[in-house]
């Protein structure tokens, strides 16, 4: 089982650019899970989704962020235009729904918009 | 979902037994205690999780108060490689409504020191 995979792992870009991170959630799992972590904000959730459906996007900061699933084994966020204090590391998560809270993360995009 | 109580850091010696607590007096009869962690620069990680009998797996033991208002996530024999950082989560029953969120706070550092 190969887990969550990330990509990028690692992103830099200017102020004002578009950023897409990408997720490919462990084969089977229905849930999908969009986090941030910063030092100053800790680990937070951005959205959720159950079989591909945005469940709670409460987390997302603004309307600069968007976040789709078009299938089940894919998933992008997306930050249009980006700010520097968009700068963090940035996980997905997959579950089987049902099944506890067992999440599984993926390894992180840090993300460092200057 | 319950809030949760976990001291910021804490030292074990390696080979030793780390004892991490963490209150939860507000749970509810239907909320789990959820343990994950994190290594620095990677993704969280499940642990374990148990409803109110103590429960082990091949990572650790979970030891729930009989009053369920606090737990202990017991590593019998620490290592250098379980220094990280451990979230402790209350989270409502998994089920058919269950929507799968989970709120971590600062947890709890783990240093093992050889």
């Known amino acids: 089982d190969a887990g969550v995979i990330q990509s990028p792992r690692h992103e830099v870009t200017e102020m004002g650019q578009e950023v897409t991170l990408r997720c490919k959630p462990i084969s089977g799992h229905n849930s999908l899970f969009w986090y941030r972590q910063t030092m100053m904000r800790g680990l937070e959730l951005l959205i959720y989704f159950n079989n591909n459906v945005p469940i709670d996007d409460s987390g997302m900061p603004e309307d600069r962020f968007s976040a789709k699933m078009p299938n089940a084994s894919f998933s992008t966020l997306k930050i249009q235009p980006s700010e520097p204090r968009d700068s963090a590391v940035y996980f997905c998560?997959?579950?089987?729904?049902?099944?506890?809270?067992?999440?599984?993360f993926g390894p992180g995009t840090r993300l460092l918009v200057l | 979902d319950a809030k949760t109580t976990q001291p910021p850091s804490m030292d074990c010696a390696e080979g030793r037994a780390a004892n991490l607590p963490c209150n939860h007096s507000?749970?509810?009869?239907?909320?789990?205690v959820y343990w994950y962690r994190q290594i620095h620069s990677q993704g969280p990680q499940y642990i374990i999780h148990?409803?109110?009998n103590n429960e082990t797996n091949e990572m650790a033991s979970l030891i729930i108060t009989e009053d369920r208002k606090s737990s202990t996530l017991i590593l019998p024999h620490a290592t250098l490689r379980d220094t990280a950082v451990y979230y402790c989560i209350v989270r409502a029953s998994h089920g058919s409504s269950n929507t799968g969120k989970l709120i971590f706070g600062q947890g709890t550092t783990l240093q093992v020191k050889p």
């Open positions: 507000t749970i509810s009869g239907n909320e789990y």
């Open positions: 998560a997959s579950r089987l729904s049902g099944f506890a809270e067992t999440q599984y």
């Open positions: 148990g409803l109110k």
